[in-house]
């Protein structure tokens, strides 16, 4: 039998879902974040399940656990679970988490404005204001993030050869500048996005493989990011990220904020300090920015920093009891 109540405070980050679950976590093995998203996976994923698909969530669900720190001096973890899969790091995830979790009073700092997470991705620090119990902003000092692979060839139906790089940002995203027979995302309908992302996704993995150089664990492009004119004149470029079956991210995307920016950044096209603002498909912002340079076994990295805000929208108490046949949520493709 399974069964479990689960208390959940339910939001968005700049029209992103997020679901901070507040009840309901299983105990984890492991020293990790990263061992203990391996054991959630294996031993625990009926809850993703049950609470990001349908009946109980939909396509673009997103959310997580806060955990103790794993960490003598971190304040907290966090486990994200979405419709995706159990991700090793989400950005918009994570401002959504924080801005409930301190408006509720679960999440407390140890310094002010300051807080230090660990994430299955590793160590993130993250920068926030409060006025009148009310978080304005949150800034993540994101892990370090990387062009992984560069112009790599595939072929899509419809829109022919497609010359992509892929970059890590906490996932590994297959970026897709306009070329071709794709001008950009100001040309394709929601429902095309949703069309030509899996194939893109399956040709790449079909042809390479991305695995984390510190983490095996990590591993697989997951995501895709399609690039396009802003509809804003202050930002600097638009994306529109699909992820899971046939979800399009209605933030900007922190995650791929992040591996867009390495990317720019190998490319010679983005500076260190440089301010980038990334609009998503509905026309919401994140602020970007390339803190510092480094290395990661031994390639140029960048450690980004991603600003968003995120609002509550309200709360709710989720029962999962296996007499019901669609406990464990469904999908309709």
Known sequence: MRKGTFFCIDGHTCGNPVRLITSGHPQLSGQSMSEKRQDFLQNHDWIRQALMFEPRGHDMMSGGFLYPPTTEDGDAAILFVETSGCLPMCGHGTMGIVTFALEHGLLHAKVPGTLLLDMPAGRVQINYEMIGGKVQWVKIYNVPAYLAHKSIVIEVDELGELNVDIAYGGNFY?????????????????????????????????????????????????????????????????????????????????????????????????????????????????????EQVTEIAGITAILPSIQGWSRVTGTSTITVDDDDPYAFGFQVI
Not at 187 to 208: C, M
Not at 251 to 278: N, V
């Open 174 to 290: 297959i970026i897709v500048e306009p070329q071709g027979n794709y001008k950009g995302i100001e040309h394709l309908t929601a429902g095309q996005i949703l069309k030509y992302s899996p194939q893109v996704r399956d040709a790449i993995n079909a042809k390479i493989k991305c695995v984390h150089p510190l983490d095996p664990t990590v591993q697989g492009a997951s995501h895709v990011l399609w690039t396009g004119t802003p509809k804003n004149a202050n930002s600097h470029a638009a994306n529109a990220v699909f992820y899971g079956d046939k979800a399009i991210d209605r933030s900007p995307c922190g995650t791929g904020t992040s591996a867009r920016m390495a990317q720019l950044f190998t490319k010679g096209q983005l500076a260190q300090g440089q301010s980038f603002i990334h609009e998503s498909y509905i026309g919401s912002q994140f602020i970007g920015c390339i």
